[in-house]
């Protein structure tokens, strides 16, 4: 079993920044793709970042190319989502999730593993 712990969150002003992070314990996550997806109130959950296992494949949502960059740190089992250029928009709590089986879909029923959240609230 996996279990996945979002950090970093917060208030921001915006055209701030923020780094979210994300720890996996358990067992290491090293051959798992990993994403970011967000939910605001009264939205969907969408996803926002993901990466492959080994880092070399990402994908963006529209919404935030340009402005959010997704890693990992296989060593360290964690995974990252350095956010800039923040808007009110991006305003929503920020999960992190992983899928044992890697591939490049990004329906939320692919991902196995689900951190609680983080709340990002941007200000204008």
């Known amino acids: 079993q996996v279990q996945l712990v979002e950090s970093g969150g917060g208030l921001v002003q915006a055209g701030g920044s923020l780094r979210l992070s994300c720890a996996a314990s358990?067992?290491?996550?090293?051959?798992?793709?990993m994403g970011w997806f967000r939910q605001a109130p009264g939205k969907r959950r969408e996803r926002v970042a993901t990466i492959s296992w080994s880092g070399g494949i990402t994908y963006y949502g529209d919404s935030v190319k340009g402005r959010f960059t997704c890693s990992r740190d296989n060593a360290k089992n964690t995974l990252y989502l350095q956010m800039n250029s923040l808007k009110p928009e991006d305003t929503a709590v920020y999960y992190c999730?992983?899928?044992?089986?890697?591939?490049?879909?990004?329906?939320?029923?692919?991902?196995?593993?689900w951190g609680q959240g983080t709340q990002v609230t941007v200000s204008s």
């Open positions: 999730a992983a899928r044992r089986v890697p591939g490049p879909g990004g329906r939320i029923s692919e991902y196995d593993y």
């Open positions: 358990g067992r290491t996550v090293s051959s798992y793709d």
